[in-house]
């Protein structure tokens, strides 16, 4: 065996050797990339499904298909602080009855079983019902409150009857990461006001 032949194996143990190395990189690549459309699709889809069973409670806040039985919008918020609420509306399917809704969070311990340690649980409590959440990467469920001239009211709210609007600032991350990176949505809804509240 030549010494030039030797010099041509060698050659393409290199080219070889390259070769692989970038067909390893384009995998991971690859991985990544369809992790990352993956989990900007699930993340994105959980966050318009919290948005509209929000939106659809919130906007009916002292709601109730028999009005006289909430007669004063002002006293259907019964309770309000920065990641939780409590208010009174009529849920489907509008019987006339009134019924209590308690929005809150959970703390981030509640869902150890998620690689993420961030996320928590985001619970819809109807009545006296047992607290039913939904892990949906909920990040951040923040909640300003302003009265009728726009300003902003201190929270834990004194006196719910003052609200007249709401800002609800929500982000939603992945549960899980790829290489330690999370996908993150956020959403805010600037001035909420439910129909029965500003009719005073």
Request: charged content about 20%; some cysteine; hydrophobic content about 40%.
């Amino acid at each position: 065996m030549g010494f030039s032949t030797l010099l041509d194996i060698l050659g393409s143990m290199i080219i070889g050797a390259f070769l692989f190395v970038i067909l390893l990189r384009m995998n991971d690549t690859a991985t990544k990339n369809t992790y990352t459309y993956a989990s900007e699709s699930i993340v994105q889809q959980n966050l318009v499904t919290t948005i509209t069973i929000l939106e659809n409670d919130f906007r009916k806040i002292g709601y109730c298909a028999d009005w006289e039985k909430i007669a004063d919008p002002g006293r259907a918020i019964l309770s309000a602080d920065t990641s939780s609420v409590t208010f009174l509306t009529d849920v489907f399917p509008y019987d006339g009855t009134v019924d209590t809704i308690r929005y809150y969070t959970g703390d981030t311990t509640s869902l150890r079983v998620t690689p993420n340690p961030r996320d928590r649980m985001l619970f819809r409590v109807v009545n006296k019902e047992t607290p039913g959440g939904s892990n949906l990467g909920i990040t951040q469920f923040k909640i300003t409150y302003f009265n009728s001239l726009g300003t902003k009211i201190a929270t834990p709210v004194a006196v719910p009857g003052e609200i007249h609007s709401m800002q609800i600032d929500i982000t939603v991350e992945s549960t899980a990461a790829y290489d330690n990176d999370y996908t993150t949505a956020y959403w805010r809804q600037i001035r909420l006001a439910a129909h029965n509240l500003t009719n005073r």
